[in-house]
């Protein structure tokens, strides 16, 4: 799943009364109304991956929010003369942390009971940059990194848009404290300064809005993580909350036209807008306005007329649980999905029960409670507030001691239940009685000794037995332990993924006085397959030399960056010219290359389909043309079919079957592709079709031999390379007839 969404429910109002009418006692139903349709499209697009632009669900609230703080400010401003920040921060805290941390203790500790060691750690380490607010930045950063490109979603990717809002709040106010202290040097009028705040307010949050069409362009998967990307939501709140006194004078007629004109926008929104779509800007726009406009017909009144569908009763109290439903709602679903299979019939409604359940018990018992407490207020509020109502007491009849101990209460019961899950429906984590897996085929990487006709067949008997598994075995490595450490060691340990003229060196593997030289190119598909192409040849007296890089396919072609950190993509031309002029000065006996099927759709051309094909079968053959004269001999390896990451199908209730996987149509079509642009050159090139190594027909299991094939979905554990090194030396050096 790739995961995009944000916090539902935000501060509407101070905790604690003061002179004067406050934000409090001018609740807007309708609001509540809108949080509603908001967090309903979020968990909808996670839960059903319908509606395809329910993920503007995080512009609504971002909206809301800008909204509500800047209308909280400046209420207090135009009150005392002042904002303080020290009660801002104060009012933040009680509003945003308890349940947060609640959610955050509570998955991470039920990531520790569920989830493999390396995912659970990981999802720590989320936890942490989730509870100081930075938690955007590191998704974003994780986001981009090709090794976690196929890597299972975190439990609490959703926190990013939390982040988010506590950024732009750790400046927000201050820049408000700066306009009103410059305007007050002049003595300016209420009304001209509540002008001066909107105008201001205006030009920031078109600058931040110029800023994202930029960002967006030119870095699209940065640009949704990113603060200043979106700050420009919450500032068009701000915008509406400042402009609140012209606002509060629109006819009462045109403001349910005006309000539906806004639902209008939000629904056009969830079917215009997908996931392909530029976000955040300029399709942010649609949403944003919409919500907008939504807010600003109720400006100045106390209940929106004629707008049934925000201010009934039952929208109005998801609206009131949308925080807490928002904070619970993925982590239910990745957890959730590691004990039931997404498609188990029960797991959409236990799902949805779990959601419900921990929302409207962490929102009665922990957010409100803790949100109209005393807590961290000072000694003079606290003789004023325990004067009004009882002692230690909020207008829930809960004390906060009572609200950390229900928090407490959540934890216990999640994890208890959560164990008991674990000891009752568990898969044994020894063989099964039903595998039986051939105990030459654990041999395959180490040695050659079985007549060669019988190694593919030893081989698909050994892939045979692992499809016929019916519980997982004891594997080497664990599947626990499988992470970017699993990969080839040329890879992880040696660095020598991205080889150029600096450390080429580096990167010569067996004897470098060895009578034959192989030259691997490609990327990282052809890197991972070093530990087989190592054991292949390294005992027929060849040295092996990397020449990959990242992300940068072995057939000279040109490619779009992967994603916005990829960089090599910019590079990878002058890579090409290089490997080539030194594959022309080593003069190798053997080249080796091997690509990504993948990269065939990000083509700098930007063809796609057939054309797409016919460019990379053009771009093959005129690679071997261009290394005829070079190289005694060229061997193409296909890329593997790619498969579900286990972290995604391995859960305590699943069977290997669950992780048995295909070769795509798209992969088919390249293998095909390469075949064809390679049988022209005789016996200059050849072709090896790894499918037979891992597959039986079109069907391969997830692990061959008591060994997981892949750590991420698509690339080799070293040890499953390994094993492929005899049927790599009988491919390339068939034994004689």
Not at 54 to 63: L, T
Request: charged share 15%.
């Amino acid at each position: 799943m790739s995961v995009q969404s944000s916090v539902g429910r935000r501060e509407r109002a101070p905790d604690r009364p003061s002179g004067g009418k406050s934000a409090t006692r001018t609740f807007r139903g309708d609001i509540e109304g809108l949080r509603a349709v908001a967090v309903v499209v979020v968990v909808f697009d996670h839960l059903l991956g319908w509606p395809s632009g329910g993920f503007v669900g995080v512009d609504i609230f971002f909206v809301i929010s800008g909204f509500l703080i800047t209308s909280l400010l400046l209420k207090e401003h135009a009150r005392t003369g002042r904002i303080s920040l020290v009660d801002f921060y104060r009012r933040r805290i009680r509003r945003i942390l308890p349940v947060s941390v609640l959610v955050l203790v509570v998955t991470v500790a039920v990531g520790f009971l569920l989830l493999p060691s390396a995912r659970a750690l990981s999802t720590l380490w989320d936890g942490i940059y989730s509870a100081l607010f930075v938690a955007n930045w590191h998704f974003a950063a994780v986001g981009t990194d090709y090794l976690q490109a196929t890597n299972a979603v975190s439990p609490l990717q959703h926190y990013w848009s939390l982040a988010v809002e506590e950024q732009f709040y750790f400046v927000w106010p201050f820049l408000l404290i700066v306009i009103f202290a410059l305007a007050g040097r002049r003595a300016l009028s209420a009304r001209v300064l509540i002008t001066l705040v909107a105008a201001t307010t205006g030009a920031i949050t078109l600058a931040f809005l110029a800023w994202s069409f930029f960002e967006t362009a030119t870095s699209p998967a940065i640009s949704y993580f990113s603060t200043g990307a979106r700050a420009w939501e919450l500032g068009i709140g701000a915008f509406v909350a400042a402009a609140a006194p012209g606002l509060a004078k629109l006819p009462l007629r045109v403001r349910p036209a005006i309000a539906w004109l806004g639902l209008a926008l939000i629904v056009a929104s969830l079917v215009l807008i997908s996931r392909d779509s530029p976000f955040p800007a300029p399709w942010g726009m649609l949403p944003v306005a919409g919500a907008a406009l939504v807010i600003a017909a109720g400006v100045g009144q106390p209940e929106q007329q004629l707008l049934f569908p925000l201010t009934n009763p039952v929208s109005r109290y998801v609206g009131k649980i949308s925080y807490s439903l928002y904070l619970w709602h993925f982590p239910v679903m990745i957890l959730l999905a590691t004990v039931l299979a997404t498609d188990s019939p029960l797991y959409l409604p236990l799902a949805a029960l779990l959601m419900v359940v921990l929302s409207v018990f962490s929102f009665h018992y922990v957010e409100n409670p803790i949100r109209h407490s005393l807590w961290l207020e000072n000694s003079v509020t606290r003789k004023r507030e325990q004067m009004r109502r009882p002692i230690s007491q909020n207008r829930t009849g809960i004390t906060p001691v009572q609200a950390w101990i229900g928090a407490l209460v959540v934890v216990a019961l999640v994890l208890v239940s959560v164990s008991f899950i674990a000891l009752r429906g568990g898969t044994p984590s020894g063989p099964s009685a039903n595998f039986a897996p051939v105990g030459a085929g654990a041999d395959l990487g180490v040695e050659t000794t079985t007549e060669p006709a019988t190694l593919l067949a030893t081989r698909q008997a050994t892939i045979a037995a692992a499809l016929a598994a019916t519980a997982w075995p004891e594997t080497i490595p664990a599947f626990d332990a499988l992470g970017d450490n699993s990969g080839a060691p040329e890879w992880v340990d040696d660095n020598c993924l991205s080889v150029s003229e600096k450390n080429a060196a580096d990167c010569i593997y067996g004897d470098p006085a060895a009578a034959k030289t192989a030259v691997l190119l490609g990327d990282s598909m052809a890197i991972s397959y070093m530990p087989a192409i190592r054991s292949a040849l390294e005992p027929l007296g060849y040295n092996v030399r990397s020449l990959t890089m990242f992300s940068c396919p072995g057939v000279n072609i040109s490619v779009a960056p992967k994603n916005a950190s990829d960089a090599s993509a910019a590079t990878c031309d002058d890579h090409h010219a290089w490997v080539y002029a030194e594959v022309a000065r080593l003069s190798p006996d053997l080249v080796i290359m091997s690509s990504l099927a993948g990269s065939i759709v990000r083509l700098a051309s930007g063809n796609e389909g057939a054309a797409a094909l016919a460019e990379w079968q053009t771009a093959t053959a005129d690679t071997l043309t261009a290394l005829q004269g070079a190289t005694d001999r060229v061997a193409v390896l296909s890329p593997p079919p790619a498969s579900t990451p286990f972290a995604e199908c391995k859960t305590l209730t699943s069977a290997p079957a669950d992780c048995v996987y295909s070769p795509s149509s798209l992969y088919q079509k390249v293998v095909a592709t390469e075949q064809g642009a390679i049988e022209q050159f005789g016996d200059f090139a050849q072709y090896v079709n790894v499918v037979p190594w891992l597959c039986v027909g079109d069907t391969c299991p997830a692990f061959i031999a008591d060994t997981p094939v892949f750590f991420d979905g698509q690339h080799f554990v070293r040890e499953a390379s390994a094993q492929l090194g005899p049927l790599l030396a009988e491919a390339l050096f068939p034994p004689a007839a």
